[in-house]
Structure formats: structure tokens, C-alpha cells
């Protein structure tokens, strides 16, 4: 694919099952291609050739900026709230070690592919990391009690996190979902159907591609570091990314809010306002 990417023509970014070391190996042999040391052709690097501090729970930590902002404009307490996490790889636990730690909320239940645990008094989302690299499962965490994939979608809970598959979240379950809020982690976790059926039952959508945008935001931040050959504290890079989260999330809800539709049409809106400007100012239309 050499002739296909490059710094100033398509960087790609990682994605399930690649890890820092892969991209590095990918830049590195980009860079024995071209000739010359090319750290800007791909994102998600190892720190010493050319990663961002702040990448590793960047998808994780921009999906939790923007549940607190949702919380903020629903008026709900996020200190000691329920939060469900169907899903725990990196997005997934990062997810619940942050709203642990930003928000104080309380992680009631986590899954994986192979099931999970639930404890209405909280669960140590570290521990549960802990247990799953020891055993390859949350399952079986302490003795709590088990909880399936589908059961965790229905639990009464304050927020639900879906950060594993697509469409888990369908026309069979939605009627089902008692979250007041769902933060979309994981890409396409819910249906189209689906989607009308929870925007008609009052909960509140955070859609994929503004929830987990945390990550492609740092990959962002690391090409413009890359390009620049100046890198960037970690406080710069969250920083950096809360301000575009925030703003992100307020334009789709105020979008949606204005035009009475889901925030997944909203987020629509901004973005084809966007494209349709640009199209303007450049002549296209």
C-alpha cells in the first residue's frame, strides 16, 4: 500500500487488534521505501518513534468528556451513578477507569466476548483488568455475580457503554434499554431501527462516530506533532482534546435539538454543513 498513503496523502490509524509496535513497523518500513524517516505516514506509534503522549485511551477519554456533557445538559449527577460496560479491551477499560476517575461514577457491570460480571456496589474496573490478562476473561472476577452480553444492554442503569461490536443494540432489545444515557464506544453498536425506537423511549444517544472520535483526534494530534517535529505534553494533549470534544458535542446537541431529531441526525447536520461550506467557498457549487 506504499503508494497509496503518506504524510500528505492518507495516514492511516490503528484499529482492533494492532498495537504501537505494528504501526511502528508499518512507519518504518514506509520510511525504507521512500528513502528518508517518515514518522507523519502513520498514527499510533510508540512513543520513542514519534507516538503522542495521551494516544492510548484517547477513544476511552474523549467518549467520557462527552458523557459528562451529556449528564451536564440532562441534569444528571454523574457521582455514584451506575455505568454498564459491554466490551472490555482498550476502549472498554479505559472507559471505566475514567468516568471512575473524572466523574466518580460507580462501574456495575462489565462484559467481554465471553461474558461478564455484575455488582450493584461497583466494581474495581482495574481489578477487572487485572483478571481478564490473568485469565482471558472479566469472567469469574471475585467470585460476582455472572451477566451475559444481552443482559448487560438491560440493566437499569445510568449509563451504558457499549464499546465491543456493531448492531447489539437492536429492534429486538432497544424497547429494553433502561440507560438514561448510551455513549457509543465501539463503532456501530446500534441499528437505524434501533436507534428510532430509543430517541422515541427518551434516552439519550451519544453516537459512534462523535463518542469514540477521541482516538482518530490524538492520531490527529500526533501527525500534527510529527509534521512539526515538536511534541506535546500529556496536559496539552488532554486539554487539547476535552476542547474539541466539548465543542463537538454541544454543536450536535444544540443541531438536534434545533431541528427535533436524534443526535445521530444531528451529528449528520454539523457534519454536511461543514462539507457544504467548504464546497462552497472552493467553487464546487
Not at 514518522?39 to 477519554?61: E, M, N, Q
Request: aromatic share 8%; proline share 4%; net charge negative.
Amino acid at each position: 500500500i506504499g503508494r497509496f498513503i503518506g504524510p500528505e496523502k492518507d495516514v492511516p490509524a490503528p484499529d482492533v487488534y494492532t498495537t504501537p509496535q505494528i504501526m511502528g513497523w508499518m512507519m518504518d518500513e514506509y520510511s525504507t521505501i521512500v528513502g528518508y524517516n517518515a514518522p507523519g505516514v502513520i498514527t499510533g506509534k510508540p512513543i520513542p518513534l514519534g507516538g503522542s503522549l495521551g494516544r492510548g485511551d484517547a477513544t476511552a477519554r474523549g467518549a467520557v468528556y462527552c458523557v459528562i456533557e451529556a449528564a451536564n445538559v440532562l441534569g444528571i449527577d454523574l457521582k455514584g451513578a451506575s455505568v454498564a460496560i459491554q466490551g472490555y479491551g482498550n476502549a472498554g477499560y479505559y472507559c471505566g477507569t475514567l468516568m471512575q476517575k473524572l466523574a466518580g461514577s460507580k462501574i456495575v457491570a462489565v462484559t467481554d466476548s465471553r461474558g461478564g460480571v455484575y455488582d450493584a456496589n461497583g466494581i474495581d474496573p482495574e481489578a477487572a483488568y487485572q483478571h481478564k490478562q490473568s485469565t482471558g476473561s472479566v469472567k469469574g472476577l471475585n467470585g460476582l455475580k455472572g451477566i451475559t452480553n444481552d443482559e448487560v444492554l438491560e440493566l437499569d442503569v445510568d449509563v451504558l457503554i457499549p464499546a465491543a461490536i456493531e448492531n447489539v443494540i437492536t429492534d429486538k432489545n432497544a424497547a429494553n434499554v433502561k440507560a438514561k444515557i448510551v455513549a457509543e464506544a465501539a463503532n456501530g453498536p446500534t441499528t437505524p431501527e434501533a436507534d428510532e425506537i430509543l430517541h422515541r423511549n427518551g434516552v439519550y444517544v451519544i453516537p459512534d462516530f462523535l463518542c469514540n472520535a477521541g482516538g482518530v483526534t490524538v492520531s490527529y494530534f500526533e501527525w500534527v506533532q510529527n509534521i512539526g517535529g515538536f511534541y506535546w505534553k500529556i496536559e496539552d494533549v488532554h486539554a487539547r482534546l476535552k476542547e474539541r470534544m466539548v465543542k463537538a458535542f454541544h454543536e450536535t446537541h444544540e443541531m438536534a435539538k434545533r431541528h427535533n431529531v436524534d443526535n445521530r441526525v444531528g451529528a449528520y447536520l454539523v457534519s454536511i454543513a461543514r462539507v457544504a461550506e467548504a464546497m462552497q467557498l472552493r467553487g464546487w457549487v
